[in-house]
């Protein structure tokens, strides 16, 4: 199958969330349009970069109007398929398991929660978020019945790279990557990975901190 | 104070921790040197990507040599002030911030934990990471003690404004933002923010598998 947009920048694409969540602010609070300058004001970018981003998928607004809220967060949702339900399974059931069992908005975001997985005895058959914590051992049979399409891995690195292996053997097609271990170079052509890198983002803070306070 | 490297683009250096890391796993599997070219394939970066990174600060390999991974992890870790240890608060102690005080190496990345903090009598008192969790109503007297330069927020989104406003009072300089608040837009010449916006990463992968799937 072909992608939908080949010659976006990820660059670019990775700025649609922040755009459709502040959209969805702005409808809850009954906002039905806005500048193009009061939008750019309230993300944080330019005017400039917005238009130029949008652009990039035809555009949405029109000259002396901004942008009608309702109709720009409906298209940008729908580049995003935040109206798809693709099924999604989290493997670890530690506090960081948990916490996105409980507190991500899968539904808003494309996909549904369809099954935890621990090799934890104490956790295995409680229930968190209306899904029975199931041992890693059934993975296969799980997958085999209800073809997830999306890996939530929240497992220590080192029972990564096998359980890529066998997730992927599985038909599972993408990850999201909380386990500290580099999966994209796995299978670079079949999987595809969204890595939240931590220690990453912590080191970076870091960085900006020290910039921010002066001298090494 | 001045920054040490203002002029280098923020797209290099949010890299630096990703060499950082893969460096280090190197220097734990005994890799003395290693060729631009190997170090390139396991970081899924090109080999000219990479030099064009590390010219930004000096650069550190020699032609036909490589790279030392030691003085290349030295070299990077002293960039990123990961040798640094400011205190580091959290606010918030459910799953997730219990997730991030137990897992993430704060120590290894130019922090050290100092405080926890909420508002649940339940979770107050508590012990985690050798830490008590103080009531959310200590922070002033806390933060005029033991001065923390960066706070973890791990609130709900609804009190994150007042509560940045008073740490920013208190004198935190820096906060790594879980939290769904823009925070960056509050105080834009004052503090240093890090977002971790798991919403948006998670459409950014909804975006991502649908584009490998094809079609709307």
Redesign the interface.
């Known amino acids: ?5 080949p010659g976006v920048s990820p660059l670019v ?2 700025r ?3 755009y ?3 959209l969805t602010e702005l409808m809850k609070s009954g906002t039905e349009r806005i500048s193009s300058r009061e939008f750019a ?4 970018f330019t005017a400039s970069q917005i238009r130029q981003d949008l652009n990039c998928f035809g555009g949405f607004g029109q000259q002396g109007y901004g942008y009608n809220v309702a109709t720009l967060r409906a298209e940008i949702g ?5 109206d ?1 339900s ?1 099924p999604a399974i989290i493997l670890g059931a ?3 398991g ?3 069992a ?5 539904e ?4 549904r929660l369809a099954g935890i997985f621990d090799v934890n005895p104490a956790i295995v058959d409680q229930t968190i978020k209306g899904c029975v914590v199931r041992h890693t051992s059934e993975l296969s049979a799980f997958c085999a019945e209800f073809h997830p ?2 890996c939530v891995l929240c497992t220590p690195p080192a029972v990564v790279p096998e359980l890529v292996k066998n997730l992927v053997s599985y038909g599972v ?2 990850f ?1 990557n909380f386990s ?1 271990c ?1 999966i ?2 796995f299978y ?1 052509n079949e999987i ?1 990975v ?1 890595d ?21």
């Open positions: 199958m072909l992608p939908n947009y694409t990775r649609l969330p922040r459709y969540r502040h004001d309230m993300i944080g729908r580049i995003l398929s935040v798809k693709h530690g506090h960081l948990v916490a996105l409980n507190n991500m908005g899968f808003q975001c494309g996909f399409q999306v097609k993408s999201w500290q580099d994209s170079t670079p595809v969204e939240v890198q931590l220690s990453d983002s912590l080191m970076n803070l870091s960085f900006h901190l020290n910039e921010k306070l002066g001298g090494h």
